[in-house]
C-alpha cells in the first residue's frame, strides 16, 4: 500500500462532515487496481478505529456498571438521569456486546494460531503485531501459520517481507504487519 493512499484514506475518514463527499472524489479520481487499493487502505483505517472505539465502550461498560449507590450519591447525579447521559442503553451496551463478539470470533481464530505455533505464538509474534489488530488481520495470520507452521520460517518471511515494504517507494511506512504483508507473503509461496 502507498503512503499517499494511506495518507488519503486516513484523510477521508478524519472527519465525519463531508466524508461521503471526500471518499467518493477520491474513488472517482483512481481507476482499476487504485481504485481497489484505496478501498482496502479505507476498511483497515475503519477496521482499527472500530476496534478502539468497541474496547473503549466496553471499559466504559464495566466503569458505569461498577458504580454503587454510594458512587452516584457522591457524583450527585442520579443513576437513571447518568446512564441515560452517559448513552448507556443506547449506545454502550449495544457496542460493548458487538466488541465481546467480536473478541469472541478473534479467541477462535487466536486458537488456530495456537495450534500452529504454539501456546506462547503471542509473545513470537509479539514485535510483528500492529497495535489494534483486527479479527480480518489475525483471520489472515492464522491461514498463514497454518501453512508456515515452523515459527522460525514464518518469522523470516513475514520479517523480509516488512523489511521489503519499509524500503519501497511510497508504501505504508509502519515497522508491523499488515494484512497485506500476510496476504503477499502467503500468495508467494502457494
Known amino acids: 500500500m502507498t503512503t499517499a493512499i494511506a495518507n488519503t484514506a486516513s484523510k477521508i475518514i478524519k472527519k465525519s462532515q463531508g466524508l461521503r463527499e471526500r471518499y467518493l472524489a ?20 475503519t477496521q482499527e478505529q472500530a476496534e478502539q ?3 473503549s465502550t466496553l471499559v466504559q461498560k464495566e466503569v458505569i456498571e461498577g458504580w454503587t449507590d454510594a458512587d452516584y450519591a457522591d457524583m450527585e447525579v442520579d ?6 447521559e452517559l448513552g448507556l442503553t443506547t449506545t454502550i451496551l449495544p457496542l460493548a456486546d458487538i466488541h465481546t463478539e467480536s473478541e469472541r470470533r478473534k479467541y477462535k481464530i487466536k486458537e488456530r494460531l495456537e495450534a500452529s505455533w504454539g501456546e506462547g505464538w503471542e509473545d513470537l509474534v509479539e514485535d510483528l503485531m500492529p497495535p489494534w ?10 491461514v498463514f501459520s497454518e501453512n508456515h507452521a515452523k515459527w522460525a520460517t514464518a518469522a523470516e518471511l513475514l520479517g523480509n517481507r516488512i523489511a521489503e515494504r519499509l524500503a519501497a517507494k511510497k508504501t505504508k511506512k ?17
Open 53 to 55: 472505539v468497541l474496547l
Open 79 to 84: 443513576r437513571a438521569v447518568a446512564q441515560t
Open 26 to 45: 477520491e474513488m472517482d479520481k483512481r481507476e482499476g487496481k487504485k481504485k481497489y487499493e484505496l478501498a482496502v487502505e479505507v476498511a483497515w483505517l
Open 133 to 142: 489488530p483486527a479479527k480480518e488481520f489475525l483471520r489472515s495470520l492464522a
Open 174 to 190: 509502519v515497522p508491523w504487519l499488515t494484512s497485506t504483508d500476510v496476504t503477499i507473503t502467503e500468495d508467494r509461496f502457494l
